[in-house]
Nanobody, 124 residues
Framework: QVHLVESGGGLVQAGDSLRLSCVAS????????MGWFRQAPGKEREFVAG????????YYADSVKRRFTISRNNAKTTVYLQMNNLKPEDTAVYHC?????????????????WGQGTQVTVSS
């Protein structure tokens, strides 16, 4: 079992930055692929970014490339999402997720564990 807790969300203006954190407890963190997903009201949960358990490979949705950066600190059992140049369309609840299966970063069903989420609201 892996327990995930996100933090760092908030209300910001377009162009601002935020850094989300997700602290994991339970099983060995370094053995898990980690991902960030988001869900806006009335929309399906969508992939934002993923990172290999080693931290050496990262993956991004086209909509966030060159604006968002995912990273992890295995010693602190934490995964981060640095979000720069935020846009109103980034408004959503952001969830981190964990899976031992590293073959699919993009599909929510590939992830076994989920946090409760943190709200990010970007005003224009």
């Amino acid at each position: 079992q892996v327990h995930l807790v996100e933090s760092g969300g908030g209300l910001v203006q377009a162009g601002d930055s935020l850094r989300l954190s997700c602290v994991a407890s339970g099983r060995t963190f370094s053995g898990y692929t980690m991902g960030w997903f988001r869900q806006a009201p009335g929309k399906e949960r969508e992939f934002v970014a993923g990172i290999h358990r080693s931290g050496y490979s990262t993956y991004y949705a086209d909509s966030v490339k060159r604006r968002f950066t995912i990273s992890r600190n295995n010693a602190k059992t934490t995964v981060y999402l640095q979000m720069n140049n935020l846009k109103p369309e980034d408004t959503a609840v952001y969830h981190c997720a964990a899976t031992r299966d590293g073959s699919d970063y993009y599909t929510p069903r590939a992830y076994s564990y989920w946090g409760q989420g943190t709200q990010v609201t970007v005003s224009s």
